[in-house]
Nanobody, 116 residues
Framework: QVQLVESGGGLVQAGGALTLTCAGS????????MRWYRQAPGNQREMVGI???????DYLDSVKGRFTISTNNAKDTVYLQMNSLKSEDTGGYYC??????????WGQGTQVTVSS
């Protein structure tokens, strides 16, 4: 059974930084595509960052230059380094992992609150 557990969320002042971690476990876990999504109250869930099997990355325009997505060599943990946080970054953050042989999986989410 594949499990994803996020951590690292919290309350931070505008301009501050947080690092989110999503740790995967389970038989056969080695992620192919990893993403971070976020969802603010009343808004749709949006993709914040993606890292491909080759290590290529892409980001939501509003976080480019401030957020960095990365993974470890084992491809079982994905990180989201968030710098220069703004109030509009507030929301629930969710990791999403695609394992080509097993399917797509979601974490339970971690809350990020940025106070202005």
């Amino acid at each position: 059974q594949v499990q994803l557990v996020e951590s690292g969320g919290g309350l931070v002042q505008a301009g501050g930084a947080l690092t989110l971690t999503c740790a995967g476990s389970g038989s056969g876990f080695s992620a192919n595509v990893m993403r971070w999504y976020r969802q603010a109250p009343g808004n749709q869930r949006e993709m914040v960052g993606i890292i491909s099997p080759s290590g290529g990355t892409d980001y939501l325009d509003s976080v480019k230059g401030r957020f960095t997505i990365s993974t470890n060599n084992a491809k079982d943990t994905v990180y989201l380094q968030m710098n220069s946080l703004k109030s509009e970054d507030t929301g629930g953050y969710y990791c999403n992992v695609v394992i080509f042989t097993l399917g797509q999986f979601w974490g339970q989410g971690t809350q990020v609150t940025v106070s202005s």
